[in-house]
């Protein structure tokens, strides 16, 4: 696929970047995509991929809310003071505010198709409910039992996996218990699918991968992410993130298409330290301070959608018509850009007449940030030995990748 940017130049020239190879998903949408508890603040605050704020309070009046769980445009949140779950849009409208009463100490929630999958007795068991309309009819209340401290809950396909604390210190008593639903009954699978998790505070599992935060792995550690792949009634993998990419993590949220993980931190105080990262599900560090400045309570996170889109890049090609004596334009990539393959700005540059420029890569180069990719004037044309003149600013409107449907053509 060919893409072309023009805008107007200098001295009535116009100027284009046409770009061989260039693979984009569709700009964000204007809707919030992480949403997070509270539970000092008693709310909901939204916010986008990009770590902006979309509503500080998007849900009020909430009590101790802890878990998170979202179905299309339903949001369920568990309001752990007076035992409920409460159900309401992903856009802050009140369905029902008390769903589900008189749960017993209720912590996190799992939503799936129309089952509702919630910690009750204190985070002992699991007690599952069927969802209709804004009703909820109870299914079994003891579906699942004999844990010490429920943390986390994941359902994939018939699959049930539930996260226990253990003794909630870094015992290594943590571990992740697997069962197989049919109708109102929890098969026990592998009640040892994972152990050795020292505080195992939060879950998100997609398809046959668990994502877990530990909160804290010992005396100089400040928590990880784990990652585990179960195959059959087996599970492998380990550590993911460590050290000090994790600040005493709480809960993790796992995007649509699974590229991209959340994760809420406690911080090092009791206000105010709270903060949001970003990380692919592989690994890798997009953001680890996203959002700062936050509450250290801050329970409970989901996601709706997938993260910024990322733009794929084999080569870029300048082609433009300079009249003599026009400053020169070099396409230049941000080496503060983040992505792989990036050791420094990528510079071509050219001046007088009709040039074309292809700037290759050896590999695919992945850029989160699309703004990333600018183009820059230069002072002077190039004096001997080949060395360009000082940098000048020069940001045409239609170079930044986002929002290019009217300038972007196929």
């Not at 809707?31 to 709310?43: P, R, Y």
């Not at 003794?167 to 109102?184: E, L």
């Not at 953001?287 to 889109?309: K, W, Y």
């Not at 941000?334 to 700037?359: F, H, K, M, S, W």
Request: charged share 5%; with cysteine.
């Amino acid at each position: 696929m060919l893409r072309s940017l023009c805008w107007p130049s200098a001295v009535g020239s116009f100027v284009c970047v046409l770009g061989v190879g260039v693979v984009s998903s569709a700009p964000l949408p204007a809707a919030a995509q992480i949403f997070v508890t509270d539970s000092l603040g008693n709310k909901i605050t939204t916010y986008h991929f990009d770590g902006s704020i979309a509503n500080p309070t998007l849900v009020a009046g909430l009590q101790a809310p802890y878990g998170l769980a979202i179905s299309g445009t339903d949001l369920f949140v568990v309001n752990s003071s007076n035992n409920t779950l409460g159900m309401y849009t992903t856009a802050g409208a009140v369905q029902k505010a008390s769903l589900i009463a008189n749960l017993g100490g209720p912590q996190v929630v799992s939503v799936s198709g129309n089952s509702l999958f919630v910690s009750t007795q204190f985070s002992t068991r699991i007690s599952l409910y069927f969802l209709s309309g804004t009703t909820a009819s109870l299914g079994n209340a003891s579906l699942a039992t004999g844990f010490d401290y429920i943390t986390g809950i994941g359902v994939s396909g018939s699959n049930l996996f539930v996260l226990d604390a253990g003794n909630n210190v870094a015992d290594g008593s943590g571990s992740v218990a697997m069962y197989t639903i049919s109708g109102t009954t929890a098969t026990l699978v592998n009640g040892a699918l994972i152990t050795g998790l020292n505080v195992p505070s939060g879950m998100a599992v997609h398809g046959s991968d668990l994502y877990i935060t530990d909160f804290y792995d010992g005396a100089s550690s400040s928590g990880s992410i784990q990652k585990f792949t179960v195959s059959g009634s087996t599970a492998t993998g380990g550590l993911l993130v460590g050290g000090s990419l994790v600040n005493f993590p709480n809960a993790i949220a796992v995007t649509d298409d699974a590229s991209t993980l959340f994760i809420t931190n406690s911080g090092p105080g009791p206000a105010d330290g709270g903060s949001i990262g970003e990380f692919t599900s592989s690994g890798d560090t997009v953001n680890a301070a996203l959002v700062t400045g936050l509450s250290s309570n801050l329970l409970g996170i989901a996601v709706a959608g997938n993260a910024a889109p990322t733009v794929s890049i084999t080569q870029w090609r300048s082609v433009r018509n300079h009249v003599l004596n026009v400053p020169q334009r070099s396409i230049v990539l941000n080496p503060t850009a983040i992505g792989n393959g990036l050791a420094g700005p990528t510079v071509e540059c050219r001046y007088n007449g009709i040039q074309r420029i292809d700037v290759d890569f050896s590999a695919p180069v992945t850029i989160a940030d699309a703004n990333a990719i600018t183009v820059v004037g230069r002072t002077t044309n190039y004096p001997s030995g080949n060395v360009m003149g000082s940098p000048v600013s020069y940001t045409p409107q239609s170079i930044s990748m986002t929002g290019l449907s009217s300038t972007l053509g196929s």
